[in-house]
């Protein structure tokens, strides 16, 4: 059985309000509605990693408001599908993609992440879950299940930002979990999972610095923002984030939390 968190649904709420679009602009060099870690660079990287051609179709499993997805169909010319459980992120997925010109290319599902998806056999050319895996219980039964998806040959992307490296405290649990259910995983566990699925790993590459520097940079940006934050989410909201953004540097920074990016092929 897997699930997905659900936690992200006051996040998906106002993520798209005049005042966190404001502070969106001042975390990220480029704004496409992302909500994470993902910057244009890492994006532009994953253009080159999928190797997609203007016939191809890609997955997004856990597209969320369609930030990312919607730039690489834009940049890369494919279609695609994206799987979100959450509505009011599908709502905003749905709104990008009509705003930039893509709604089209983009088909979004809503599905429940502990059911099989409701997608043939070897569809895809590729596919994407970016900082996802970790909200899910059965990665293992995610990766089988996309490996089923996929063309092939077909690669799959992935990035997992909760691989345990040092010492964690429960306590650092407990606010890097703000957003709902969370598994961290030992080094090598995603690969072995990957392998069983059926799947060759071509590259794995650590990216910690991603969520360092924009964890620093929403941190002092809300604190800019503190009393209007306040009034639109309330000041215990407000604070929970801060202290999850805090505690999100220090174990990055310790190296005690790791993020990787992997890209794989179907064998």
């Not at 060759?200 to 620093?216: A, G, R, T, V």
Request: charged share 25%.
């Amino acid at each position: 059985m897997r699930q997905s968190s659900g936690g992200y649904a006051s996040t998906y709420a106002f993520l798209d309000s005049p005042l966190i679009q404001k502070i969106r602009a001042e975390v990220f060099d480029h704004d496409i509605g992302q909500h994470s870690w993902t910057t244009v660079t890492e994006l532009d990287e994953f253009l080159v990693d999928l190797e997609l051609t203007e016939s191809g179709r890609l997955l997004d499993f856990g597209c969320g408001p369609g930030g990312p997805l919607t730039y690489l169909v834009m940049n890369a010319d494919v279609t695609a599908t994206g799987i979100e459980l959450d509505a009011d992120a599908l709502r905003l997925a749905k709104n990008r993609a009509d705003q930039y010109g893509v709604a089209e290319k983009i088909e979004f599902q809503q599905v429940d992440a502990n059911r099989e998806l409701p997608l043939d056999n070897e569809t895809f050319d590729a596919a994407i879950s970016v900082d996802v895996v970790m909200h899910l219980i059965d990665r293992k039964d995610v990766f089988a299940d996309i490996a089923r998806v996929l063309k092939t040959h077909g690669r799959l992307l992935l990035t997992d930002a909760g691989i345990v490296a040092g010492q964690v405290s429960n306590e650092q649990v407990q606010r890097r979990s703000y957003n709902g259910f969370s598994q961290y995983v030992a080094d090598g566990f995603n690969e072995a999972a990957l392998r069983t699925a059926g799947f060759e790993l071509l590259k794995k590459e650590e990216n910690s610095q991603s969520p360092i520097d924009i964890c620093n940079r929403r941190f002092t940006a809300r604190t800019r923002y503190k009393t209007e934050l306040i009034d639109m989410l309330g000041r215990d909201a407000f604070d929970r984030e801060q202290a999850y953004l805090e505690t999100m540097v220090e174990l990055y920074s310790s190296r005690a939390l790791i993020r990787y990016r992997y890209l794989c092929r179907k064998v």
